[in-house]
């Protein structure tokens, strides 16, 4: 059982800065690939970042590929969503995920979920 919990999001300008955590219990966090979703509001959830094992590999959409960084601390069981240059479009909820299997894209079915955390830049 894996649990997790985000953190970071709030209000920020277009063009500025904002890095999300999201921390997970258990003792066995680097056995997992961890994954960033999010989801506009009427849309569908839409994947945005991976991250292997280790963090040695890590995907992006091309949404937000060059603006955004998924890199993690298996010490600290945290994985972390850098996000520059932010867009008003970048506006939705943003869910952290993990699963033992390292996947990317919309098709993936991550077995762990956290409660997400709201992300709002405005123009």
């Known amino acids: 059982q894996v649990q997790l919990v985000e953190s970071g999001g709030g209000l920020v300008q277009a063009g500025g800065s904002l890095r999300l955590s999201c921390a997970a219990s258990?003792?066995?966090?680097?056995?997992?690939?961890m994954g960033w979703f999010r989801q506009a509001p009427g849309k569908e959830r839409d994947f945005v970042a991976a991250a292997s094992w280790t963090g040695a590999r890590t995907y992006y959409a091309d949404s937000v590929k060059g603006r955004f960084t998924i890199s993690r601390d298996n010490a600290k069981n945290t994985v972390y969503l850098q996000m520059n240059s932010l867009k008003p479009e970048d506006t939705a909820v943003y869910y952290c995920?993990?699963?033992?299997?390292?996947?990317?894209?919309?098709?993936?079915?991550?077995?762990?979920w956290g409660q997400g955390t709201q992300v709002t830049v405005s123009s």
């Open positions: 995920a993990a699963d033992r299997a390292y996947c990317s894209g919309n098709a993936c079915s991550y077995e762990y």
């Open positions: 258990g003792r066995t966090f680097s056995s997992y690939a």
